[in-house]
T-cell receptor
Framework: KNEVEQSPQNLTAQEGEFITINCSYSVGISALHWLQQHPGGGIVSLFM???GKKKHGRLIATINIQEKHSSLHITASHPRDSAVYICAVRKNNDMRFGAGTRLTVKP | ETGVTQTPRHLVMGMTNKKSLKCEQHLGHNAMYWYKQSAKKPLELMFVYNFKEQTENNSVPSRFSPECPNSSHLFLHLHTLQPEDSALYLC????????????FGQGTRLTVV
């Protein structure tokens, strides 16, 4: 069983919809990262958080340390948001990755 | 553009070939990483370099050989690979080995034939 579980694996939405991607982890962590991977393969770091909530534009990330759970929200989704979103946790000096959520936003 | 550049972007090689992947960053970071992303599997950490010293090797076969000549450059030398080594190889860097944010390159998509 992967130490980092994401849901859903695949998500299709209509443009404008509010999107939530979930991440649960089973180990103690020092930080959690949300990454975005576009079809070409390149990965961009969206957020790094260790508590509470962060917002950047239409993206919001929250984390609940006690429940070992994080969510990534996208408001007013757009086709350019289509990508794979990866949750990663930092444990000691190592990073463990979820399998990713493939998001497709249709116009 | 994340500041981490990988070349080549695509590589097709035979099982008897020797090739190298290159990663370069001019962000002033001290830690660099190689990750492997196989189809339908999570990212896997392969190697970690901190201040040019290899600090981690996650049981990677010896047909993968990393080299870090300075803190800005990281190579992955490949020889006698197998078809199952076909994957996306991603390089990343961070300020240090601890809890700082990592910046990823675009990746090299490797196909072994």
């Amino acid at each position: 069983k992967n130490e980092v579980e994401q849901s859903p694996q695949n998500l299709t939405a209509q443009e404008g919809e509010f999107i939530t991607i979930n991440c649960s982890y089973s180990v103690g962590i020092s930080a959690l990262h949300w990454l975005q991977q576009h079809p070409g393969g390149g990965i961009v770091s969206l957020f790094m958080l260790s508590s509470g909530k962060k917002k950047h534009g239409r993206l919001i990330a929250t984390i609940n340390i006690q429940e070992k759970h994080s969510s990534l929200h996208i408001t007013a989704s757009h086709p350019r948001d289509s990508a794979v979103y990866i949750c990663a946790v930092r444990k000691n000096n190592d990073m463990r990755f979820g399998a990713g959520t493939r998001l497709t936003v249709k116009p | 553009e994340t500041g981490v550049t990988q070349t080549p972007r695509h590589l097709v090689m035979g099982m008897t070939n020797k090739k190298s992947l290159k990663c370069e960053q001019h962000l002033g970071h001290n830690a660099m990483y190689w990750y492997k992303q196989s189809a339908k599997k999570p990212l896997e950490l392969m190697f970690v370099y901190n201040f040019k010293e290899q600090t981690e090797n996650n049981s990677v076969p010896s047909r993968f050989s990393p080299e870090c000549p300075n803190s800005s450059h990281l190579f992955l030398h490949l020889h006698t690979l197998q078809p199952e080594d076909s994957a996306l190889y991603l390089c990343a860097s961070s300020q240090d080995r601890g809890g700082t944010e990592a910046f990823f390159g675009q990746g090299t998509r490797l196909t072994v034939v």
